[in-house]
């Protein structure tokens, strides 16, 4: 299953495109690509602070071991971002 | 006279027996059994044989004999084909007497191992004018011929013969009758109380197996736009076969689909337009192809294949009107079950939207209203002591008032039930551009006119389904959506630059199906034309009124 998104890495310039779940590691599928390891994640949370939210939406912060971090707002409806969270979780406590 | 045929007294008598024996024998073979047995006493024939021709007309359906034991029979081998003499007698239904067979210029000959023949005597089994066979006699005692008197005599007896096997045949017509309306009831009443189509289906094509005496019956139905599957079976290899699919266009059902029209084909494998793959499954030889049709409305195909009494039968008109029969049930029960899903998915539909709007209002009036209630009592506290907390606290509403308007859009647009579809499609494509950086172009050539609620709400829903999907597969630079009118129709256009797809791929990941079903309960419908690396165009139509 996919979900519409809207991503940033870093704070820069938000991409559109699709998010999947993929054996081992998160997958940003647009222009371009982005793919993250479950294993690389460090701390997932929502964060609704209006300088932290994409296309003035609530986002799930991911940040990463390596310190970079990655915001995702869903386009997939009420409660999509919950759903998102609870998916990256059980991912990476079954990775 | 001669020395062992029978006396007038005795033929008298055995004439009587042999009409007893045709009033109450029930079993056809055991009276042609006796009636052979007579002839050969009355004339003093060495050899007798009575021969029965099927219904189709093309094949023997009994052969019974006098004076050739088991062992010869094995070594003659096959039945009569019905050439040379034997031939001119079913042609040309009058008797026949000759003095030596070998002589007549319309001889074939015999088989090895049969015993040599002479004299012959030859009468048609006739009823009303209809053959039904012959019977016929050879080598007559002492080498005599037979005379004008045993040619009464047999014909006698094969006019008992034709009333016995009309007779027969009747009763066997009737059973058939009989059978096939109780089947047919038992379906009726099926229609009645099942609901589960796939189980009534089974039912069909359970029954037309068994009163057609085919080894396989199969309903396919159409699945997508370019396919077939087969929806029950009965036969060899029928569980097998049940969720099989086949295309539309490269199948005699398919084709029987589009013509509407029933077709019988005595060799599948000689017809281009079986699909061979699935024939060969099937181990088909011969087939009749029927549409279901409801309310003028095509909606599947009923497939039988083989006889099963007999190699190489072909089926028959008869066979193919009771398929017909069976197929107009099925169709029944496929159209009942569309109807009723259809009406489930409407009341769903309907009930969805109804709690979105009912949603939408209570967040935007209820808990919107009661969020600018807070703002607007945090006012007067942006100069007090604790300003920062109120900041906080006023940055904190802010964003859920945003939040909870957005979310009220998202579920069920104000604009859309107040202004219709043309304003509310304007903002959708103006925020989501905004949201996702997408270049998203509408335009609408429908004018000012409102369409009724349930089309406006179909439309709405099948663009945003679109956007969604734009960004979810298609990673495209920029969408544009066209409303606009196409005959007696309203039709929404959305086109993307992106990678597209493609469309025969009969995986449903990105919910076409979901909208093509609620375009349906509209009678409206939805194409897609994409190439991958060509972008997508998707165009949903529905009847402008």
Known sequence: MAYAVVWSENGGHPRAGSLEFAKGFLRLAGRPEHELSYDDVADVRIDRRPKLRLAGRPTLVIESRGGDNLRIASFDGAGSLHELAERLEAARHSS | MDSTAATGESRLRALFEAGVAVTSELSLDAVLQRLVEVAAELTGAQYVALGVIDETGSQLERFLTHGIDEETHAAIGALPRGRGVLGALIHDAKPLRLHDLSQDPRSVGFPPAHPPMRT??????????????????????????????????????????????????????????????????????????????????????????????????????????????????????????????????????????????????????????????????????????????????????????????????????????????FASRAAVAVDLSQRVARDALRRVVAAQELERRRLARELHDETGQALTSILLGLKPLEDSPAHEAVAELHELVVTALQDVRRLAVELRPKVLDDFGLVPALERLAESFGEQTGLKVDFHSAIGEERLPSEVETALFRVVQESLTNVVKHSHANSVSIVLTRRGDAVAVVVEDDGSGFDPTDSRDGIGLLGMRERLALLDGKLDVESTAGGGTTLVAEVPWR
Do not use: C
């Not at chain 2, 013969?161 to 038992?186: D, F, G, H, K, P």
């Not at chain 2, 969720?243 to 029933?262: F, N, Q």
């Not at chain 2, 294949?305 to 007999?310: F, T």
């Open chain 2, 120 to 325: 012959f005597l030859g009468v048609p089994i006739l009823l009303r004018g209809v053959a039904y066979g012959n019977l016929y006699l050879t080598e007559k005692e002492l080498g005599e011929d037979f005379t004008g008197e045993d040619q009464e005599l047999v014909s006698l007896l094969a006019s008992q013969a034709a009333v016995a096997i009309e007779n027969a045949r009747l009763y066997e017509a009737s059973t058939r009758w009989s059978r096939q309306l109780q089947s047919l009831n038992e379906i009726g009443n099926a229609l009645a109380t099942e609901t589960d189509v796939e189980r009534l289906l089974g039912l069909v094509v359970r029954h037309l197996r068994e009163l057609l005496g085919a080894r396989f019956v199969a309903v396919a139905l159409p699945t997508g736009e370019n396919e077939l599957r087969f929806a029950a079976a009965a036969g060899e290899g029928a569980d097998d076969l049940i969720g099989v699919t086949m295309p539309r266009a490269e199948s005699k059902s398919g084709r029987v689909l589009d013509r509407r029209r029933s077709e019988r084909v005595d060799s599948v494998i000689d017809d281009p337009e079986v699909h061979q793959d699935v024939a060969r499954r099937l181990a088909a030889r011969t087939g009749l192809y029927v549409p279901l049709v409801a309310h003028d409305r095509v909606i599947g195909v009923l497939e039988v294949h083989d006889k099963e009494s007999s190699g190489g039968a072909r089926f028959t008109d008869d066979d193919l009107r009771l398929a017909e029969t």
